[in-house]
C-alpha cells in the first residue's frame, strides 16, 4: 500500500480528521447521557464525509488513473510473478 499513496490526499486527510473530532464528540456525550451532544457528534461525522467528498471533486484527492497506466501496472505485476 505505501507505494501506491492510498488515501495520502489533502481531501482524505481533512475529511478523516473532522469525522474523528465527530467521533470524539459524540463518544464524550455518549458517556455523558447527553443525546443532544451525541447527536451534534455525529452531524459533525457526516460534515467530515461531505467536506472530503467536497475537496476529491474540487481535485483535491487522488486522480483517476489512465488506462495505459492501468496497462502498464497489469504488466509489471505480470513480469513480477513470471520472473
Known amino acids: 500500500m505505501a507505494g501506491s499513496s492510498h488515501g495520502h490526499t489533502p481531501a482524505a486527510w481533512t475529511g ?3 469525522a ?3 467521533f470524539c ?3 464524550v456525550f455518549m458517556v455523558a447521557a447527553n443525546p443532544l451532544g451525541f447527536w451534534a457528534g455525529i452531524a459533525v461525522i457526516v460534515v467530515g464525509g461531505l467536506v472530503g467528498l467536497a ?4 481535485g483535491l484527492g487522488m486522480p483517476k488513473e489512465s488506462a495505459e497506466l492501468a496497462a502498464a501496472r497489469a504488466r509489471a505485476g505480470e513480469a ?3 520472473s
Open 20 to 22: 474523528f473530532i465527530g
Open 80 to 82: 513480477q510473478t513470471t
Open 16 to 18: 478523516v480528521i473532522i
Open 25 to 27: 464528540i459524540a463518544g
Open 55 to 58: 475537496m476529491k471533486s474540487a
